[in-house]
């Protein structure tokens, strides 16, 4: 692993990182002065560049390096017959239970799930599985009843009011709706979306016709999605207002399972590019199908709390373009010019949810380490080893003091970068607190401007990389390329192709 973070205190990680995000601007509750709003984030100033910058890695590895995905971004107001078709107006549910006494509410199934993982790590796998197993037959039948019994059954009690006096158990639809039209006899009721797939799914012809694009191809699109999610929690993990990174692949009927090995590596390839150490990433196949697939696997993450879904790819068969060819009555199919058959093409979808990737990279980047000062006193130095391409700020640049002729100097440095890259300036503090401000924030490179700078020969000014605090002289002639080479998106990029 490439952390020197001790398993042990890895688990211990998690309010270290929440905590780490709110200090330095990374994420904030919402409408935090007046207590917030559940479940939802707002991304701070360091936040914004590094979201940015992975959405930017996601969406270049699926434009840029693949000639048969282009993007798309389609609206968050659909026609309301979107959602019929897709099957989220009457199957978008979770089954949710209420405890009468702390008149809390959970998700049935997350309760009888913790109630698994409890007897797994108990030793006792068998009897997690087989009520995993009978959950889920339960789920597919659609007998809420029985899943409150199997809840009675198993004593299952509410954290809070540890009682059993549970409601029954009911579904509960995920998509918020809202009305548009100016009248309120005349206006309709819309959804927020829940996923961005059916905004490609409906776009599908338009792009396939005007980009003359041959199957198989793709589109990718990032954008908002919103679920009513029954229990929220664990900070940006499971939020009501998030953002997706999906692409729809489409293929030829028959073609699947070929395509959805090839997405499955191709995807596990990309997260390693990132940064992301394999050792921390798993396939999890799905216990229960969606009713559009035939055959779904998620991408999980060992976060500090346990393995958790990143992204899921999905066989989503022909389900999606049939079903709004039925509702909108319009042929989508897709007119092979070379066979002349004429069919609705099969889709593998990779969906991954950008605040969960970014919470990933938080995690991952995290570092403390236990050093000593320039006194020889010990101090643990708090630091994001983030890849270079993804830090929200790429170099800081310090006059040594704050005096000409080196404020001067340092300034123009800045000037000769702030084009091509996220630059920051500061000349307050000594040099070490301006280094550890920079290191809390994933900053990969500090710039100092000496007197030596100014006195000696060949204008050469210290360089100092976060992660190993190693420290050189660079002529400041070289160090724009250098600078343009190390925090380029390509070193990302160049890994997958
Ligand atoms: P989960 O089982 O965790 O609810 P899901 O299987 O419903 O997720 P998908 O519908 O497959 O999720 O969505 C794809 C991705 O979108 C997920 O892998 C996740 O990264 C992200 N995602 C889904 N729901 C949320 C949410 N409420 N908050 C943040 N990200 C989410």
Redesign the pocket.
């Known amino acids: 692993m490439d952390t020197n973070i001790a398993a042990n205190t890895y688990s211990e990680l998690f309010p270290k990182v929440i905590s780490h995000a709110k200090e330095y601007g990374f994420v904030f509750q919402s409408s935090e002065i007046y207590d917030g709003l559940q479940?939802v984030y707002d991304y701070g100033q360091n936040g914004v560049e590094l979201r940015q910058n992975l959405q930017q890695a996601w969406w270049l590895a699926m434009t840029r390096l693949h000639e048969n995905i282009v993007g798309i971004e389609a609206a968050i107001f659909m026609h309301p017959t979107t959602w019929k078709a897709s099957g989220h107006v009457d199957g978008f549910n979770d089954p949710m239970i209420d405890n009468k006494d702390s008149k809390k509410r959970y998700r049935a199934d997350q309760l009888l799930e913790e109630q698994a993982r409890q007897y797994e790590l108990s030793g006792n796998t068998a009897k997690a599985t087989a009520l995993l197993a009978e959950m889920n037959e339960l789920l597919k039948k659609d007998d809420l009843e029985g899943v409150r019994n199997l809840i009675m059954a198993e004593k299952i009690l509410c954290p809070i009011s540890k009682t059993a006096n549970w409601t029954e158990v009911r579904q509960f639809n995920l998509m918020f709706s809202t009305k548009v039209g100016s009248v309120a006899e005349e206006a309709t009721e819309v959804y927020l979306r829940p996923?961005t797939a059916q905004g490609i799914f409906v776009n599908y012809l338009n792009v396939q016709k005007t980009g003359r694009m041959k199957i198989p191809f793709g589109i990718a699109q990032v954008g908002k999605?919103f679920?009513n999610?029954v229990v929220?929690r664990q900070f940006?993990?499971?939020?009501?207002e998030?953002t997706?990174m999906?692409m729809q692949f489409f293929i030829k009927p028959g073609t699947q399972k070929e395509w959805f090995e090839y997405w499955k590596n191709a995807r596990r390839k990309w997260h390693q590019a990132i940064g992301t150490p394999d050792a921390r990433l798993r396939f999890h196949v799905h216990d229960k199908l969606a009713h559009y697939a035939d055959a779904a696997e998620?991408i999980e993450f060992e976060f500090p709390i346990g393995w958790?879904?990143?992204?899921?790819i999905?066989s989503r068969t022909d389900f999606d373009l049939s079903q709004h060819e039925q509702f909108s009555k319009k042929k989508l199919r897709y007119h092979d010019a070379q066979t002349g058959e004429n069919f609705v093409p099969y889709v593998i979808e990779t969906?991954?949810?950008l605040?969960?990737?970014f919470l990933l990279t938080l995690c991952q980047a995290y570092r403390e380490e236990e050093t000593t000062d320039e006194k020889g006193k010990s101090e643990t130095r708090t630091y994001l080893s983030l890849h270079p391409a993804l830090a929200p700020i790429k170099v800081a640049i310090f006059p040594l003091v704050k005096k000409e002729p080196l404020v001067e100097k340092a300034r123009q440095i800045v000037d000769m970068l702030k084009l091509d890259m996220n630059v920051f300036y500061e000349e307050s503090a000594s040099i070490g607190k301006r280094y550890a401000r920079q290191d809390v924030l994933g900053t990969p490179f500090c710039v100092t401007v000496d007197f030596d700078t100014i006195e000696k020969e060949g204008e050469t000014v210290t360089l100092r990389y976060r992660d190993s605090m190693k420290q050189e002289r660079v002529s400041i002639a070289d160090l724009k390329e250098k600078l343009l080479y190390e925090t380029s998106i390509n070193r990302i990029l160049e890994k997958l192709v």
């Open positions: 479940a996923e999605a679920r999610e929220a940006i993990m499971r939020m009501r998030f997706q999906e998620d958790k879904e990143v992204e899921g999905h969906s991954i949810g605040d969960r990737l």
